[in-house]
T-cell receptor
Framework: GAVVSQHPSWVICKSGTSVKIECRSLDFQATTMFWYRQFPKQSLMLMAT?????????EQGVEKDKFLINHASLTLSTLTVTSAHPEDSSFYIC????????????FGPGTRLTVL | QKEVEQDPGPLSVPEGAIVSLNCTYSNSAFQYFMWYRQYSRKGPELLMYTYSSGNKEDGRFTAQVDKSSKYISLFIRDSQPSDSATYLCAMSMNTNAGKSTFGDGTTLTVKP
């Protein structure tokens, strides 16, 4: 199979703090990983595309300095929400592609972030 | 207006019913169409992947694409309580599934 994990599964933090979310492909190497945000009863919104060893590509309207993405290896990408605020509270989901851009993306279980 | 419109439901059916889930879209450049199933507090899981117009069947699931009408459907036969989830349609202009545009999802409950 193609398993993608995320850690933590949920996190509560105070306003102004930073939170790091990890996305790992457990049984395959992922050349590309994607980060999404999903608000309750809304669709997934692509935040950024992450390729191993290069800078992430952010979608329009997503603040690069607020949502730091690092794709350090073929099995790990991290999303850091810096200086989090209550409006950043959301469900963050990553996905990974095994091979090239034509491959299916496999989603992680998501991380629920609540900022107090 | 959103590029992809999906009736959020909720949709409730008895076990064994045939379920029809639908999405409409406005961008005629979409070529690849996907359906995902998402259980509560979990990430989406790919169910069906279709290129251009036509039908595709996989077990109890059938995906239909009508590009002339900009309309896609997912049919679930002999629905089971385990099918209770949110179903998301997604579509993309190229083969890069990661660049998909998602619908808001339809929440389905199958009652035993």
């Amino acid at each position: 199979g193609a398993v993608v994990s995320q850690h933590p599964s949920w996190v509560i933090c105070k306003s102004g703090t930073s939170v790091k979310i990890e996305c790992r492909s457990l049984d395959f190497q992922a050349t590309t990983m994607f980060w999404y945000r999903q608000f309750p009863k809304q669709s997934l919104m692509l935040m950024a595309t992450s390729n191993e060893g290069s800078k992430a590509t952010y979608e329009q309207g997503v603040e690069k300095d607020k949502f730091l993405i690092n794709h350090a290896s073929l099995t790990l990408s991290t999303l850091t929400v810096t200086s989090a605020h209550p409006e950043d509270s959301s469900f963050y989901i990553c996905s990974a592609q095994k091979g090239g851009s034509t491959d299916t993306q496999y989603f992680g279980p998501g991380t629920r972030l609540t900022v107090l | 207006q959103k590029e992809v419109e999906q009736d959020p439901g909720p949709l409730s059916v008895p076990e064994g019913a045939i379920v029809s889930l639908n999405c409409t879209y406005s961008n005629s450049a979409f070529q690849y169409f996907m359906w995902y199933r998402q259980y509560s507090r979990k990430g989406p899981e790919l169910l069906m992947y279709t290129y251009s117009s036509g039908n595709k069947e996989d077990g109890r699931f059938t995906a239909q694409v009508d590009k002339s009408s900009k309309y896609i459907s997912l049919f679930i036969r002999d629905s089971q309580p385990s099918d209770s989830a949110t179903y998301l349609c997604a579509m993309s202009m190229n083969t890069n599934a990661g660049k998909s545009t998602f619908g808001d999802g339809t929440t389905l409950t199958v009652k035993p």
